[in-house]
């Protein structure tokens, strides 16, 4: 049991079509629900901490109660930075005990993502931290107007090519039409799977990475509104779209937003039924069940990574 590497856990995925959950972590409860999952599912894991978790719980916290959910469990888990600025929160994190992170370089000029991310794998390196970079650009709905406009910053092929050949970098996040949060498409959901394929040909031994993977689980958006929410128009990845892209290279699919709902969704159902309570362990107690339940399903029924470890 111990903090380890993406390495091993991404080999055997893109071998045999799997993928892993990588979901966001903030808290305790978070953390609690999702290991628990894994270790029921016997599934391997990533739990991945962004700026915003980091700056929220402070640094030293969320590796802390990791690692406390480590021995807790026995459960092998890999610590990752979620789209990390720059270099100096790569160096902060690979100093303070995390086993892979992410140098989220997808807004600079390819030449200057190449030369940001080489930096950062010559220091993770030596030092056992893998590393994880983006090429391509995550639009949000409301930025482009149609497909052709959207697909204009999906991705380029040959550009992965010459980028995990540069770079010499773990894995690549690739921009095929996810974004982040809950409202991911208008209309009908659309992945470019023919960009991914081709990108999977030419770096066939390059795990890539979904961002914006969240199903937007309409059970969870229901019971937010049920319960006082006002989420209208959430929309999703579909499981069959995840399960698609496990066969093209995808090892990591990023999930953060549906564990906001599944917990959300359960605070406020606690609180509507029970407007007398007020400790906060009977409704965060309530919501890392639903953690762990959901987690469990994309585990078992959409990544298809139950039992592999
Ligand atoms: O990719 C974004 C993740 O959902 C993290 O979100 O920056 O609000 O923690 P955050
Ligand atoms: P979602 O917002 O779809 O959960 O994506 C999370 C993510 O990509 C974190 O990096
Ligand atoms: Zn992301």
Do not use: W
């Amino acid at each position: 049991m111990a903090l380890i590497t993406s390495q091993e856990m991404f080999k055997k995925a893109l071998d045999k079509d799997y993928a892993i959950g990588a979901f966001n972590v903030n808290n305790m409860e978070i953390i609690q629900g999702i290991v628990q999952a894994a270790q029921l599912e016997n599934a391997p894991l990533i739990l991945q901490v962004s700026a915003g978790a980091r700056q929220y719980a402070r640094p030293a916290y969320l590796v802390k109660l990791v690692e406390a959910a480590i021995i807790d469990t026995g459960v092998d888990v890999c610590l990752h930075l979620d789209h990390g600025a720059d270099f100096e929160i790569c160096k902060d994190c690979i100093d303070g005990g995390f086993t892979s992170v992410m140098i989220d370089g997808s807004k600079l000029p390819f030449e200057e993502n190449i030369a940001l991310t080489k930096k950062v794998v010559d220091y993770a390196h030596p030092r056992g931290v893998v590393v994880e970079a983006e090429l391509g650009k995550l639009a949000g709905i409301e930025d482009d107007v149609n497909v052709d406009a959207r697909s204009a910053t999906f991705t380029d092929p040959m550009e992965a090519k010459e980028f995990i050949e540069r770079t010499g970098v773990d894995s690549l996040a690739v921009a095929i039409g996810t974004s982040h949060g809950a409202y991911k498409f208008k209309g009908t959901p659309y992945l470019d799977f023919e960009r991914l394929k081709e990108i999977h040909a030419l770096i066939p031994d390059t795990p890539l990475v979904l961002h914006g993977a969240s199903t937007v689980i309409p059970e969870f958006v229901d019971k937010c509104n049920q319960y006082g929410g006002k989420i209208p128009g959430a929309q999703g990845v579909p499981e069959d779209m995840i399960k698609e892209a496990t066969k093209y290279g995808v090892c990591k699919v990023n999930i953060d937003t549906d564990l906001r709902l599944a917990m959300t969704a359960e605070v406020r159902k606690f609180l509507v039924e029970h407007p007398e309570e007020f400790d906060p362990r009977k409704y965060l107690g309530p919501a890392r069940e639903a953690i762990q339940r959901m987690v469990q399903h994309k585990i078992h029924d959409v990544l298809n990574c139950s039992g592999t470890k």
